[in-house]
């Protein structure tokens, strides 16, 4: 069965087609600048339909869907009740729901009958226990404004945590693995027999590490100190935490971890400091993790840096075991976020 895995952006569809249950990828493509100023494609309809003239005999398609929050724990046939739900997700996911839905209506009108999976980047995290995903807050922000950890990049921390468990030839629901998702966006999640039970990123995806542009954890005060500082608004502030922030922001020079490695040793201050404020707190979550977990079978490394920067990895894992008796293996493990999608996609139509 041939199965379209969607990954639909706000100004682009990207796409792989996958032959089931074999997982060979047919195709792959990218349609871009959907919507924008002079381009010749002007919504997400129009630019599926593009995509699809190049695909024949398409058996069920999947999406990627950002934020499923408390009502997604697992991926879903989609029908109008679940477009509602994820439609109210939007509120917390502006950015991405909205897009990601577009992808979703474009298919149902294009390729009526064929079926449809949504697959959110937040479920493999909702096995989070409630004193990992509840906030020092007033408890009514949570009541009122579903406000907690949901925690992101749930579809690749579960491929390659499962890929280890295969590696190290045991069950998942036995092993005890950290999986490590350094791309622009970086996360850590503790999978605790098969479960996450918890994650670096939070609320939205600005918690946790230092990253690419975002800043990941900072004293929370300082949101509305530096507002007053520099005179911004909310919108400007959200803008400044999330993409002027992280390595750019430490290093002024790029957010691009091959280039500040590169600076870093020809003597540049500041990107060496990008550097080692980005490996020390990934070394913090890991021991955090490990004490959380009692023990780590598999420390995994995936996406961008963790999948190609060797030298960062050293950094990261330099003498980061020496006091525990037994110290985890090592692995690197390419994330495949759309085959994961596939799969889910596939075992859900086929009824498994
Ligand atoms: P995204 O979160 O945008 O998918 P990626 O997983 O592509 O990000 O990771 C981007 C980061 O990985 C950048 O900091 C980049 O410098 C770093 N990187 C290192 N080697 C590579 C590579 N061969 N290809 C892509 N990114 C790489």
């Known amino acids: 069965m041939k199965i379209l895995v969607i990954n639909s952006g706000s100004s682009s569809i990207k796409y792989k087609v996958f032959d089931m249950p074999k997982e060979a990828l047919v195709s792959k493509g990218v349609i871009e600048h959907i919507g924008e ?32 929050a408390e009502k997604f724990k697992k991926p879903v046939l989609i029908d109008q009740a679940v477009i509602r739900k994820i439609r109210q997700c939007s509120a917390i996911a502006p ?15 294009l390729l009526s009958g064929v079926k449809q999976v949504a697959v959110f ?9 409630e004193h990992a995903y509840t906030y020092g807050l007033p408890y009514e922000c949570y009541k009122k404004y579903g406000i907690r950890k949901y925690g992101f990049h749930g579809t690749s921390h579960e491929f390659v945590a499962k890929e280890a ?57 300082l949101v509305t100190y530096i507002m007053q500082k520099k005179r911004m608004n909310p919108a400007e502030m959200d803008n400044f935490l999330n993409k002027a922030s992280g390595l750019k922001g430490v290093s002024g020079i790029s957010n691009d971890m091959r280039i500040l490695e590169k600076k870093a040793k020809e003597g540049n201050r ?30 995994v490394f995936t996406a961008g840096i963790g999948e190609n920067q060797a030298g960062v990895r050293e950094e990261i894992t330099k003498n980061l075991f020496s006091c525990l008796k037994n110290a985890p293996k090592v692995l690197v493990v390419p994330t495949n976020e759309e085959l994961m999608i596939a799969r889910q996609t596939y075992q859900l139509v086929r009824g498994e």
């Open 270 to 299: 500041r990107a060496g400091l990008a550097v080692d404020i980005f490996v020390y707190r990934i070394r913090k979550y890991i021991g955090a993790y490990i004490a959380i977990m009692n023990g780590c079978d598999a420390l």
């Open 121 to 129: 980047d937040t479920a493999f995290h909702q096995s989070i226990p």
């Open 37 to 68: 100023k002079g381009s010749a494609v002007s919504d997400h309809y129009s630019g599926l339909k593009i995509i699809l003239e190049k695909i024949d005999g398409v058996g069920a398609v999947g999406h990627r869907v950002v934020h499923g």
């Open 95 to 109: 950015l991405h729901n909205p897009a990601n839905l577009a992808g979703v209506l474009a298919c149902k009108k």
């Open 165 to 221: 468990a295969r590696i190290l030839k045991k069950e998942f629901s036995k092993v005890k693995i950290i999986t490590c998702h350094l791309g622009n966006g970086c996360s850590i999640a503790a999978v605790d027999r098969g479960k996450s039970i918890d994650t670096t990123m939070g609320f939205t995806p600005l918690e946790g590490l230092v990253m690419g542009t975002r800043c990941g954890d900072i004293d929370p005060a």
